[in-house]
Nanobody
Framework: VQLQASGGGLVQAGGSLRLSCEPS???????????VGWFRQAPGKEREFVAG????????SYADSVKGRFTISTDAAKSTVNLQMNRLNPEDTAVYYC????????????????????WGQGTLVTVSS
């Protein structure tokens, strides 16, 4: 495991959570030159793309289901990548994973699982109705 995801928990519908992702171990110390994506996997479903940031941090992309509610961001040192999740609903319940990649054009977003080389262990988000 090269990434550490945190911030999951139980929240009521309409509430907010903030997930964070940090490099773990000696593989790399920051996300500099890496694109970062957040994915989620609900019970019985395939893992899906949620949000992504390009290697340049100039481009962002969101799944239609979270657009306008979720925001991906990073700090100046690109040491942490966050996913702010607002107006959560029960359909957002899933294990959320962060991933990093050094592949692809500098200003493009990778949305496929196979494009990412490094993954976190996942953090569970449960939204109650």
């Amino acid at each position: 495991v090269q990434l550490q995801a945190s911030g999951g928990g139980l929240v009521q519908a309409g509430g907010s959570l903030r997930l964070s992702c940090e490099p773990s171990g000696l593989t790399f110390r920051s996300f500099s030159d890496y694109g970062v994506g957040w994915f989620r996997q609900a019970p019985g479903k395939e893992r899906e793309f949620v949000a992504g940031m390009s290697r340049s941090t100039r481009a962002y992309s969101y799944a239609d289901s979270v657009k306008g509610r979720f925001t991906i961001s990073t700090d100046a040192a690109k040491s942490t990548v966050n996913l702010q999740m607002n107006r959560l609903n029960p359909e957002d319940t899933a294990v959320y994973y962060c991933a990093a990649t050094a592949r692809g054009p500098y200003n493009s977003i990778n949305k496929r699982l196979v494009d990412y080389q490094f993954w976190g262990q996942g953090t569970l988000v449960t939204v109650s109705s």
